[in-house]
């Protein structure tokens, strides 16, 4: 039977697989969005992380003024989730990343469940596995894992936490740096807009799917792709949230 892959232990989390105990949903939102930051490369201000969560389903009930943000932030800074520097910006501590992997993998086999298992539409997946993800117990987790066959990316492409997939992968690139008339492949694509979603799956721009660029006009902020499905024209601002690899021929 195929066992998981465990990803090298990222700077500041726990090295001896420690568990620890489950924390709020709003927490585990916080840390969730906290986590996506830090596997961009983002370390946030309490600005900054406002509106990021201002991209969860308004069903998580967060409040997303500055000053409950901020609040909510000086909580888990004594729970010791978090640090926030003299220079402003939000840290993870090593019990803050560990927590904030934790509920990254469970949301993220919370979309596959909802995709693959359930046969919902890709663009309902993230809402959904919002609703899913605060009650999955360890045994559920460890089920879906097998039942799934160890998946080391979620649906739209970021890496379960645990499975050895990297944060980026070689080669990676956002589409708006593809060179044109040059066949790649989606490997990622934003997943917080059900509505932008629901056009990159109806236009066959999700992971897997074979794209070019056609046609580029950077003065007016558009360019225009060739996918499997059909020619469609989007904004920069919508391709610097996909990312692509070449399409390597077979045997290379």
Do not use: C
């Amino acid at each position: 039977m195929p066992r998981a892959r465990r990803t090298p232990t990222p700077a500041g989390a726990p090295e001896d697989g420690q568990s620890h105990d489950r924390l709020s949903s709003v927490t585990e939102n916080y840390l969730l969005s906290l986590y996506k930051l830090w596997e961009d490369s983002m370390t946030p201000t309490v600005t900054q992380m406002t509106d990021a969560l201002k991209q969860l389903p308004p069903t998580e009930g967060l409040g997303t003024s500055v000053p409950s943000v901020a609040g909510m932030i000086r909580r888990m800074q004594k729970q010791g989730l978090v640090d926030l520097g003299a220079d402003k910006r939000i840290r993870l501590t090593r019990r803050g990343l560990a927590g904030g992997e934790d509920i990254a993998r469970r949301h993220r086999l919370a979309e596959w469940l909802v995709v693959r298992l359930l046969g919902m539409d890709l663009h309902q997946a993230h809402i959904e596995a919002h609703q899913l993800e605060h009650g999955m117990s360890q045994e559920l987790e460890a089920k879906l894992m097998e039942r799934l066959d160890y998946p080391t990316k979620s649906p739209f492409g970021r890496p379960i936490p645990g499975s050895g997939e990297p944060n980026v992968p070689d080669g990676a690139l956002t589409l708006d740096q593809a060179v044109m008339n040059v066949e790649y492949v989606v490997e990622r694509v934003p997943e917080e807009d059900s509505q932008l979603l629901h056009f990159l799956d109806e236009s066959s721009l999700i992971p897997g799917r074979r794209v070019s660029v056609v046609e580029a006009a950077s003065y007016v902020g558009v360019m225009t792709v060739s996918t499997e499905k059909d020619r469609v024209p989007i904004g920069y601002n919508v391709a610097q949230q996909i990312m692509v690899l070449p399409n390597m021929p077979t045997g290379e």
